[in-house]
């Protein structure tokens, strides 16, 4: 069973940074793709950024130019530094990991436990 940690979140101002991380430990496989998602009471939970194991990143559309995903594979943690951020970017996020076996079969999606990020104007 995947653990993951993530920390990072609080509170902001428009256009302040914050840098989200999150660590996954537990796993006899590897990990592979892992991802930001985001979520608030008035929307479904969505993507922001997901990178995997070897390098290849996407950006959901509103964080482009602004977010950066990035990566530590030898200790399987996953950093998102935030810049330029506004109110609209208010959210929980969630930290998403992928873990594969030997043969490269995915063998399970973990998730953290959210980690709240409030940009105030």
């Known amino acids: 069973q995947v653990q993951l940690a993530e920390s990072g979140g609080g509170s902001v101002q428009t256009g302040g940074s914050l840098r989200l991380s999150c660590a996954a430990s537990g796993s006899p496989y590897s990990i592979n793709t892992m991802a930001w998602y985001r979520q608030t009471p008035v929307k479904q939970r969505d993507l922001v950024a997901s990178i995997t194991a070897d390098g290849r990143t996407e950006y959901g559309n509103s964080v482009k130019g602004r977010f950066t995903i990035s990566r530590e594979n030898a200790k399987d943690t996953m950093f998102l530094q935030m810049n330029d951020l506004k109110p609209e970017d208010t959210a929980v996020y969630y930290c998403?990991?992928?873990?594969?076996?030997?043969?490269?079969?995915?063998?399970?999606?973990?998730w953290g436990q959210g980690t709240q990020v409030t940009v105030s104007s």
């Open positions: 998403n990991v992928e873990e594969k076996n030997s043969a490269g079969r995915s063998v399970g999606w973990y």
